[in-house]
Structures are given as structure tokens and as C-alpha cells.
């Protein structure tokens, strides 16, 4: 069966499942008189459903998959996801916003010194905004934060209907220190829905080159190992556990594609690890959705 290639810009899951399923939909609605066309869509959503529950079944896994276009979970596995959980550096890009709209849409650059400032003991030198984005330093956000002030960021992460860091935060927590800042999970995809949509608007753009700089070399790079034939943005977070089975933290990954009109997003959360080797995770599922 030959590959829908006029699908492709709608995202290489749809682009090569479609045909399939739609195939399939067609042989079985033949002998219905005044049936319709096959909705496409709902067979998509149904097999990629079924293909990561199959597949992806571990209780260390949490997902969540959404059509952005349809504004729909095509497939999810997260317990709760309406209840806000710590998500750790994935907050950074709304810190960022808000940063940027009180300093005239300008990113400064900076030294990351390492230590205890930051994840990477030995730190990430000088940078600016999309590569602190790519490799998520946490100096860097901080110093953001510590110039921005937490109603500021409350007030843009409420525009993109999130709840913000909460009164008082630290600089620390609104670059997603320790596990302050919760949201939860599907208002949060949602949100990275809305931010991807605004690519055109001032500082956004940044951010966006961010994440796709992380997606190819950054703390998501495991995306670009798995030999997919897509090219992805994504953004990495670790964040304190919240299972009954405590472990040291949680790696949280988003993950949009296509890159330069995001449409579809998956969320994924795995239990015990650091953000870098949940992405690698989220890119067996993206292999595993390929034909």
C-alpha cells in the first residue's frame, strides 16, 4: 500500500496512517447505501490510540497526545491529567514571555557559571535565549525571573490559561525550581498550543527556535536519533516525583510537530528519570507511529 505523500504537511503521523485507515473505513462503508465519507480523522485518532497503548503500557509511562487543529486528545494514558503536577523547565518558556514584554522584547545575554545555579555542575557559559531554551540552563531563566517579578509571569501564564507560579515565588521556582510551579497537564499542552500558534509575534519566534535547537542538539537530541522523518520542536523538564512509588524526579518532554506549523503535541512523563531521557522515550513512541 502506497504512502500518502499529500498528507505529509499535516504532520507524518496522519500523513502516512491516513491512507490506511481510510483504506480500511472505505472496504467496510462500501455496502452502507448513503453513507458518507470515512471520517479520517476519528480513524487516525482510534488507531494512534490504540498503537501507543499497545506499545507504551508501563505505569512508569504518562502521555498525553493532542490535535492542536481539531483542539482534541487523539490518545492519553496520565491519571488525572486535570490535576496540577510540578513540571519543572517546561515552565521556562512562559517565564521568557514574560520577561520579554517588560524589557522591550529584547533577550540579554549571559554567563552560566554552573555550580549550584544550575543542572550542569560545570555550566553552559555565555549564552542567550535560544540556547539557554535548548539546553534548558537554569541560571539563566533565573536571572530572567529575578528581573521580572512573579505577577508579571502570573499574569502570561494565566493568558495562556495556566495557573502560575503562585504569591511569592522565587526566581528559583519561576525557572522551575523545586516544584513549585504546577500545572495541570492538559492545560499545559494546551498552552504550548497557544504559544507554538503566536510564532509571529515578538520573542516568540525565540522561543520557538529554542525548542527546535533542542529537539536537534539540546537536552531533547534523542529526537533526532530515532531516524524519524520529521523535524520537531520540544522542551525537556525534570520535576519532583508525585507517585506512590517515589523516585528522585519525574522527565517530562513536549514535543510539536511539524516544526514550522506545530500541529500535533505530545506530553509525555517518565517515572524516575531526568527530561533528556524522557524525550528519548517520546521519540520510540513518534518510530513506533511510522509505518
Not at 26 to 40: F, I, K, L, N, Q
Not at 60 to 82: C, G, H, M, T, V
Not at 149 to 156: I, L, R
Request: net charge positive.
Amino acid at each position: 500500500m502506497k504512502t500518502a505523500r499529500c498528507l505529509a504537511g499535516l504532520g507524518i503521523l496522519l500523513g502516512c496512517l491516513a491512507p490506511v485507515i481510510a483504506t480500511g473505513a472505505a472496504m467496510a462503508s462500501a455496502d452502507a447505501p448513503g453513507s458518507g465519507p470515512p471520517d479520517t480523522s476519528a480513524l487516525f485518532s482510534r488507531t494512534a490510540s490504540q498503537t501507543l497503548a499497545r506499545h507504551f503500557s508501563s505505569p512508569n509511562i504518562s502521555y498525553l497526545f493532542y490535535d492542536a487543529q481539531e483542539d482534541k486528545f487523539i490518545a492519553e494514558k496520565w491519571r488525572e491529567p486535570a490535576q496540577p503536577v510540578p513540571i519543572g523547565s517546561l515552565v521556562k518558556p512562559f517565564t521568557a514571555l514574560a520577561y520579554a514584554e517588560t524589557h522591550s522584547f529584547r533577550f540579554p545575554e549571559y554567563v552560566c557559571t554552573g555550580g549550584n545555579s544550575c543542572w550542569l555542575p560545570k555550566g553552559h557559559g555565555r549564552l542567550g535565549l535560544v540556547r539557554a531554551i535548548a539546553l534548558s540552563c537554569n541560571s539563566y531563566f533565573t536571572a530572567l525571573a529575578s528581573n521580572t517579578g512573579e505577577a508579571q509571569v502570573t499574569s502570561v501564564a494565566r493568558r495562556f490559561g495556566l495557573n502560575g507560579p503562585g504569591v511569592n515565588a522565587s526566581a528559583a521556582a519561576m525557572a522551575g525550581g523545586f516544584g513549585v510551579w504546577r500545572e495541570a497537564p492538559e492545560s499545559l499542552v494546551r498552552a504550548y498550543a497557544m504559544l507554538l500558534g503566536r510564532s509571529s509575534q515578538p520573542a516568540i519566534q525565540d522561543i520557538v527556535d529554542g525548542m527546535a535547537e533542542s529537539a536537534k542538539v539540546g537536552t531533547a537530541a534523542a529526537l533526532s536519533r530515532q531516524g524519524l522523518h520529521q523535524k520537531f520542536l520540544a522542551k525537556t523538564g525534570t520535576a519532583p516525583c508525585t507517585h506512590s512509588a517515589h523516585a528522585p524526579g519525574d522527565g517530562f518532554v513536549l514535543v510539536a510537530w511539524p516544526a514550522d506549523f506545530p500541529r500535533y503535541l505530545l506530553l509525555v512523563r517518565q517515572h524516575g528519570v531526568p527530561g533528556a531521557q524522557a524525550s528519548a522515550l517520546a521519540g520510540r513512541m513518534l518510530r513506533t507511529l511510522e509505518p
